[in-house]
């Protein structure tokens, strides 16, 4: 009977932020590029060994689609915005010693043809590369198994090319959420949209008054991003323990722009 084989490969996705059991942190989560065509520019990815030996990694691109209002990343290879032909990194495989902080460069060269004058995005993956820890038994009747542990950080890449400059964010709808099978949690619902044709990196929150007492309170939601044409739904959980009775909210997504910002108003009972 020859002898067999299985290598069971584990991989496992993680964002550089909640990837702390793994022992190994890379920052920042997104590099922001404004790049004219015919130039290039490079930035600093810093990948952080926490853990107790030597590590070794390797950068590769990807080009990606967020289709739908969730936020979540699709890898497509023939994304008509992809550039991840474009991208770069010095080095791409690299060791990383225990405690040691490595940069490396994330280089975009941005040709000089027409195509080049839309925004574009990509994924960098800062992925482990570790050796097959298999068994070293051997003979004609041994079936091994080698167990290969891997994770990836991704890191999410966005050009704009200086000549695009309309940044536009609209809230298409905004209500409560009635679905919650729990009632003691009040949930508020903001669908947004980028009309514009530029990248919008978003801040959202709701201011919320009181009408009887006029007391003011702010919920904060976490930055997003919403790429040209593209939707994004974002939830808020008002504070537990609110009084009962009539509120004012207003909804409000920060774009960056320095006049304007979206906003949607609605008035709701807390019983």
């Not at 920042?28 to 790049?35: A, K, T």
């Not at 967020?66 to 008509?80: F, L, M, Q, V």
């Not at 669908?191 to 990248?199: F, P, R």
């Amino acid at each position: 009977m020859k002898k067999s084989i299985l290598l069971l490969l584990i991989t496992t996705l993680f964002l550089g932020l909640n990837a702390k059991s793994q022992s190994a942190s890379v920052s920042p989560s997104r590099l922001y590029f404004n790049v004219s065509p015919g130039s290039y520019k490079s930035q600093k990815l810093r990948v952080m060994n926490n853990g107790k030996s030597t590590q070794t990694f390797t950068v590769n691109f990807a080009n990606f689609n967020s289709e739908g209002a969730e936020g979540k990343t699709t890898i497509d290879s023939s994304g008509a915005h992809g550039m991840a032909n474009w991208l770069t990194a010095s080095p791409s495989f690299f060791e990383v010693a225990p405690g040691e902080l490595k940069e490396i460069d994330i280089l975009l060269q941005v040709p000089n043809t027409p195509d080049a004058n839309t925004v574009r995005w990509s994924v960098a993956s800062v992925k482990l590369a570790r050796e097959n820890t298999g068994t070293d038994e051997k003979g004609e009747d041994v079936t091994g198994m080698a167990i290969i542990p891997t994770f990836s950080f991704v890191i999410h890449l966005f050009q704009t090319p200086p000549n695009i400059t309309f940044t536009e964010v609209v809230i298409e709808e905004f209500y409560r959420d009635t679905t919650s099978v729990n009632d003691s949690i009040i949930s508020m619902v903001m669908l947004t949209k980028n009309t514009g044709d530029a990248i919008a990196d978003c801040a959202a929150y709701l201011d919320i008054v009181n009408l009887r007492t006029g007391v003011k309170t702010v919920v904060k939601n976490r930055g997003f991003t919403v790429l040209p044409g593209g939707m994004r739904r974002v939830s808020f959980k008002l504070p537990k323990g609110m009084d009962k009775g009539d509120y004012n909210i207003l909804g409000v997504v920060d774009y960056g722009s320095e006049t304007d910002v979206a906003a949607y108003e609605l008035n709701i009972k807390i019983e």
